[in-house]
T-cell receptor, first 113, second 115 residues
Framework: GENVEQHPSTLSVQEGDSAVIKCTYS??????FPWYKQELGKGPQLIID?????GEKKDQRIAVTLNKTAKHFSLHITETQPEDSAVYFC????????????FGGGTRVLVKP | NAGVMQNPRHLVRRRGQEARLRCSPM?????VYWYRQLPEEGLKFMVY????????ESGMPKERFSAEFPKEGPSILRIQQVVRGDSAAYFC?????????????FGDGTRLSIL
């Protein structure tokens, strides 16, 4: 089955700096890679996703890159703000099983003002 | 513009009791997924349902756990004879179809505590 590894597990950055989170996946058939932000006491919120037919996608301060050959994808947050503090999860779909997602272990991001 | 609705938000049960968790998908979504999250961990897939059908229950324990998504009403995750190890946050997500690149949108979860 699919296995998704996520690093780092914690990340502390100064406000205004960039944050980068990296994930690797094992199933070369995966073609959909969403990123979720989870705040305390809330459910995961979809912040950006990328499909395997593109290598990069950007939405304001958030960007995601995908390297299919190396089977890894990354989340980049620029000009970080205190409200970016949360736990971020990457995920990959399992094509052989509908839209089931396998999640990484999460990255706790702390943006220090 | 209601999102995925889960209730209750918090549920406390004693060992041996039954827990029922409900999930109403986003409007227009007919596919529901249940995930479980232990503290400080990621989400683990449990079961995937369409209306009146269980498509994939490979992540759900064989005993005590069951799920349904009837033609009318919310999806229900049922845990019988709960044990301490069932304490976790249970999240429901929905998508408009089962295609592999359809976004899944999550509810705010039910936090189950077993005394």
């Amino acid at each position: 089955g699919e296995n998704v590894e996520q690093h780092p597990s914690t990340l502390s950055v100064q406000e205004g700096d960039s944050a980068v989170i990296k994930c690797t996946y094992s199933d070369s058939a995966s073609n959909y890679f969403p990123w979720y932000k989870q705040e305390l006491g809330k459910g995961p919120q979809l912040i950006i996703d990328i499909r395997s037919n593109v290598g990069e996608k950007k939405d304001q301060r958030i960007a995601v890159t995908l390297n299919k050959t190396a089977k890894h994808f990354s989340l980049h947050i620029t000009e970080t703000q205190p409200e970016d503090s949360a736990v971020y999860f990457c995920a990959a779909n399992i094509r052989s099983a509908g839209n089931k997602l396998t999640f990484g272990g999460g990255t706790r991001v702390l943006v220090k003002p | 513009n209601a999102g995925v609705m889960q209730n209750p938000r918090h549920l406390v049960r004693r060992r041996g009791q039954e827990a029922r968790l409900r999930c109403s998908p986003m409007k227009g979504h007919s596919h529901v997924y249940w995930y479980r999250q232990l503290p400080e961990e990621g989400l683990k897939f449990m079961v995937y349902l369409q209306k009146e059908n269980i498509i994939d229950e490979s992540g759900m324990p064989k005993e005590r756990f069951s799920a349904e998504f009837p033609k009318e009403g919310p999806s229900i995750l049922r845990i019988q004879q709960v044990v301490r190890g069932d304490s976790a946050a249970y999240f429901c997500a929905s998508s408009p179809s089962g295609e592999g690149s359809q976004p899944q949108h999550f509810g705010d979860g039910t936090r189950l505590s077993i005394l």
